[in-house]
Each structure stands twice: as structure tokens, then as C-alpha cells.
């Protein structure tokens, strides 16, 4: 193990990394305290310029304030919207793709595959322009399902990627063994590898939930009104309104990053299995 | 089921696995940065006709001040987001022990990865902004006068990089715990008694075993790095005067904000990015290229 077990060090010397581990997490988190104690600070004691002292008061009213008078929970379930067919969606594909890239021997199979790793890492604005004009021809553009639709699209080449190799560490004797038993090749999908599957895909599902939840550069390009915009174009637009009051820019900001928090607190250990694949190897 | 689906299976099965996401990708990934190469020799406002320019875009980048401003401070943040690299190493170092309450530690460290970066973004606003902001009282207790990060010209990219830094240094720390679980411990035991200690067993028996480690975080660093487009749109709009823009930005600026649709010109600028972020990703694609056929 390195660095050496503390366990092995002197008694001083484990005390000292005892409180130096929580003090080094206080500094780390000291941006997110902050707002997050901004948050249920009342708006007088911002006035009194009170910013870091003790609140007077929990003001658990900013919550309320954020949702009666903006459209937050509508950009909240906007993002739910196009978060969970995503999800749904690119793992659908990238099974599949993931499958016929790691099972099958052809020709063109490592093109595809690194055509797929290759497209996941361009620049976002070398398609902005296209997909814009694409979403917008199939009447599609400000709609929840034109930007799942290029969500699903692109986050197929990250799970592809993730899908295949995942699938080529599997035991390939099952699906040899199934093969000369005469089982369709479908089938040898549904019932043998799929089942399988199931660490794969609860990492890759928290995963691209966090990456379709966070993100922000599509959702101001291909939507641009309260009714549709996801949580992160509308919380750009409501700090826009609301210069200097920011208990209440606190305040959303928190709710904004409460569902991936969640997610990831209630799916850890896959949460990180997806994000660390590759690099254990 | 006929005989000649049985006698073809295995063969057309791939492509039709392959079928609908290769489809699917084609359509808004692949074909897409094709169009976009092929809309930067055009002037478009993105509803009327297209007028064939040839170079002029291009033409008018090479004399275009913004852009070397978006230049230059893509390379500010491509150099400095490598500090994360060894930051998030170090943290992971720190971090890999066994006391109580341990997993909770390391998750709550990965937390500013798990959160949107328009949220890191106003955070970090936050906390710079002029007279109340921690980071303004910081520095007025310090030196005397505060600086207005986000106000400054000199400083401001580096202000955003700094919030940039934050979430990356938190994904490069947990690549590099999964690493340091991974490590052979008969090496590193045989190393100590070998009297390695401290730098000299991290430089010669820890670093290479974190090799695959190390290729995934700058991988994802360099990536980062050149895709930021949301810190600079959240805390500064590109401003002061565009002085923190980046590619990014500029070409959204160009190509769909208040500025203006200019389509051909915003086309031609991603050319720009996507050309320099290809000499990057073929360096990725080939390592992975090459490890894939040597197995």
C-alpha cells in the first residue's frame, strides 16, 4: 500500500492526520458551505452586510421564495424530462453497439468502434450549428424530446466505448458454448449477455444522468423558453433577474445540484466503477 | 426462418446490432462536423441563402483580435488545467488510508465533480464578488486593496480557470484512488526493503503503475480544457470586453448571440477548435489504437 498505513505511524503523527483530513475537506468544500448557508440566510442580514457570520435566522423562505416566483420546478422537471429518456435511450443503443463491437470479428470493426470514441471527445460547437438546423427542420427545436434526441445520439459513443470493453471482459466461453447449442444469435443477446450486463449499465445509467442533468451548452442551444429550458439554462436565466440577491441565487443553485447529489450519494460505488473504467486496467 | 438467414446470421447479426446507434451517431455526431467544414466557406445567418466566400472566413479570422484573445486564453487554460493532474494526485495520496469515516471523506472530496458547472459557476462568482466575496475580503485583508477578479482583465481567466480546476481536480483524485487500490503491494513491500522511500518510490515504483490512471486523467483534462464553454458564460459572459473568452464561446457568440447569426464565420472558428483538438485525440486514438491491436 502507499503511501505507508498511518496505522504504522506514531501516535502524534496519526492524531495530526486525524484533524488534518476534515480541515483539508472544510477549505476543499468552503465555496459549496458558503452558498449553501447563503441559501437559508435571510435577506436582511445581506442588507446589514452580514455575509459570513452566523445567519440571524434559518430562513427556509428563500426555498419557497425561488419556487413561487420563478418557474423553478417547471425547469426541474423539464431537466427530468429530457434526463430519463436519455438514459434510457443510450443505453438502449450502446448495449446493442456495445455487443456487436466486442462479440463479433469483421473487418471494420475497430473503425466503428473508434469512430464512436473519437466522436465523443470533438468539440460541442463543430455540431452546434447543424444539429440546431437539423432539430429545427424536424420541428424538434425547443421541445424536450429534440434534446433528448441528440443526447441519445452522443452519449452513444461514451457508452459504446464503456459498453464494449465492458462486454469483451465477460467470459466469452457462455456465448462459444451457447453457439454450438444453436442458439440465435438475438437470443444469445437477451437472455445470456444482457443479463450480465447489470453492473454495466447501473454505472453507465447514474453516469449519464449526472452528464445530461449538468449540462448546459444544449440546452441553451436548442431551447430557449421557460416551458422547455432544463434546470441549468434556467438557472442562467434567473441569475440574469436576479443581480445581487444572492440568497436567493444560493438557494437555486442548491436545488439545481440536488438531484445529481442524490444520485450520486445513493449509487456511489457505481457512480465511480463508470467513471474509473479504464483506468484500472 | 429461412436457410439462407441461417446460413448469414453471424455475419449480418453485427450490423444490425450496430444499426441504430451507428445511425443515430451518424446523424448528429459524424456527418455534422462535415456540414460544419463545409458551412465555413459560406455567409450564412442561418435563414436566408448561403453565399459562397471561400477563405474570406478565414481570411478574417487571421486579422481578428477577439480571436487570438480566445486563442491565447485556451492555451492559459489548457496549460494551467494540467495542474489538476498532479493536484488530484496528491489529494489521492493524502486521502489513500483507512481510518473511520473514510468513504465518506473521499465522496464528499469527488462532490464538486458531481455538480453542474453553471452551479460551480455562480459558487466561484460568489465568492469573488467585489467588496463582500470571501476571496475579495481575502485579499483586501492581505495586501489592502481587493481586487475585483471577475472585473479585471489581467486576472479574470485565471479566475475562472480556478473554478474550472475545482471539479477537475476532484475527477483527477478519484481516477487516481481507483489507481492506488489497484497497486501491486509485493512491489511496493519489495521496494521498501530495497530502502525506496517517499519520492523516489512514488517517481520509480508508484507513477508507473498509475500509468493507465495518468493517460485517462489527461485525457480528460485536455478535454476539459479546450470544451470549457459554460464557467466562461456563467460568471463572465466573456467579459470584460471579451477578455476571458475562448474558442468556445466566441463561436457561440458569433454564430447565435445578440451579436449576430453569423453562422459561417461561428462554422469556421469550430473548424479552428476542432482542428486543434484533433491533434490531441489522434494522439488518444492511436495509444488506444495501439494497445488494442497488440492485445
Known amino acids: ?281 | 426462418m429461412s436457410a439462407n438467414w441461417k446460413a448469414n446470421q453471424r455475419r449480418l447479426a453485427p450490423w444490425l446490432f450496430l444499426a441504430p446507434g451507428l445511425i443515430m451517431f451518424l446523424i448528429y455526431v459524424i456527418i455534422p462536423i462535415f456540414q460544419s467544414m463545409w458551412l465555413s466557406f459560406y455567409d450564412w445567418d442561418g435563414l436566408g441563402a448561403k453565399t459562397w466566400l471561400g477563405l474570406e472566413n478565414y481570411r478574417e479570422l487571421v486579422d481578428d483580435d477577439a480571436f487570438y484573445t480566445s486563442l491565447k486564453n485556451n492555451v492559459i487554460w489548457l496549460l494551467l488545467y494540467m495542474i489538476s493532474v498532479p493536484a488530484g494526485l496528491l489529494i489521492a495520496i493524502f486521502l489513500n488510508q483507512t481510518i473511520g469515516g473514510m468513504r465518506l471523506y473521499k465522496s464528499l472530496f469527488f462532490f464538486p465533480f458531481v455538480i453542474s458547472q453553471v452551479v460551480v459557476g455562480l459558487m466561484f462568482s460568489w465568492f469573488y464578488a467585489p467588496n463582500f466575496g470571501l476571496f475579495y475580503n481575502l485579499i483586501e485583508w492581505a495586501t489592502g486593496t481587493g481586487i475585483a477578479i471577475l472585473a479585471e482583465d489581467k486576472y479574470v481567466t485565471y479566475g475562472i480557470i480556478a473554478a474550472g480546476l475545482w471539479p477537475q481536480i476532484a475527477y483527477v483524485m478519484i481516477l487516481y484512488l481507483t489507481g492506488l487500490n489497484n497497486v501491486a503491494p509485493d512491489q511496493v513491500e519489495a521496494a521498501r526493503l530495497d530502502g525506496a522511500r517517499g519520492w523516489k518510490m512514488l517517481w520509480y515504483v508508484i507513477l508507473p503503475q498509475l500509468r493507465p490512471a495518468t493517460f485517462i486523467a489527461v485525457v480528460v483534462t485536455v478535454i476539459g480544457a479546450l470544451r470549457s464553454f459554460d464557467l466562461v458564460s456563467i460568471m463572465t459572459d466573456g467579459g470584460p470586453y471579451g477578455s476571458s473568452r475562448v474558442l468556445s464561446f466566441y463561436m457561440y457568440e458569433q454564430a447565435l448571440s445578440e451579436y449576430g447569426y453569423r453562422m459561417g464565420y461561428g462554422a469556421a472558428i469550430a473548424v479552428v477548435l476542432f482542428a486543434i483538438m484533433m491533434v490531441f485525440i489522434s494522439g488518444f486514438i492511436w495509444k488506444m489504437w495501439r494497445d488494442e491491436t497488440e492485445r
Not at chain 1, 41 to 70: C, K, M, W
Open chain 1, 1 to 281: 500500500m502507499f503511501p505507508r498505513p498511518i496505522a504504522q505511524a506514531s501516535p502524534a503523527g496519526r492524531l495530526f492526520y486525524k484533524i488534518a483530513v476534515p480541515v483539508a475537506l472544510f477549505l476543499w468544500l468552503l465555496p459549496l458551505l458558503g452558498v449553501a448557508i447563503t441559501s437559508v440566510r435571510p435577506a436582511s442580514d445581506l442588507a446589514q452586510g452580514n455575509y459570513f457570520g452566523i445567519p440571524s435566522s434559518l430562513a427556509f423562505e428563500n426555498y419557497a421564495l425561488v419556487f413561487q416566483n420563478t418557474p423553478m420546478l417547471k425547469y426541474m422537471m423539464n431537466s427530468f424530462y429530457v434526463t430519463i429518456p436519455t438514459v434510457i435511450g443510450a443505453l438502449a443503443l450502446s448495449c446493442m453497439t456495445g455487443f456487436a463491437l466486442a462479440v463479433y470479428r469483421f473487418p471494420s470493426n475497430l473503425i466503428v468502434f473508434f469512430m464512436f470514441v473519437a466522436g465523443n471527445f470533438v468539440p460541442f460547437q463543430i455540431l452546434m450549428v447543424p444539429v440546431r438546423d437539423l432539430t429545427l427542420s424536424l420541428g424538434m427545436y425547443n421541445t424536450w424530446y429534440g434534446l433528448a434526441l441528440f443526447h441519445i445520439a452522443f452519449q452513444s459513443g461514451f457508452c459504446t466505448l464503456f459498453m464494449r470493453n465492458f462486454i469483451r471482459s465477460l467470459p466469452f466461453e457462455l456465448i462459444e458454448a451457447a453457439r454450438v447449442e444453436g442458439v440465435a444469435e438475438w437470443r444469445i443477446f437477451w437472455f445470456i449477455v444482457i443479463p450480465l450486463m447489470r453492473p454495466a449499465i447501473a454505472a453507465l445509467s447514474v453516469l449519464v444522468f449526472t452528464f445530461i442533468w449538468n449540462d448546459f451548452f444544449w440546452a441553451t442551444v436548442l431551447t430557449n423558453s421557460p416551458d422547455t429550458q432544463p434546470v441549468t439554462a434556467g438557472l442562467s436565466s434567473l441569475n440574469g433577474q436576479w443581480i445581487a440577491q444572492w440568497h436567493l441565487v444560493s438557494a437555486g443553485s442548491i436545488l439545481a445540484a440536488l438531484p445529481p447529489v442524490a444520485m450520486f450519494f445513493l449509487m456511489q460505488k457505481h457512480f465511480i466503477a463508470g467513471l474509473t473504467l479504464g483506468a484500472v486496467k
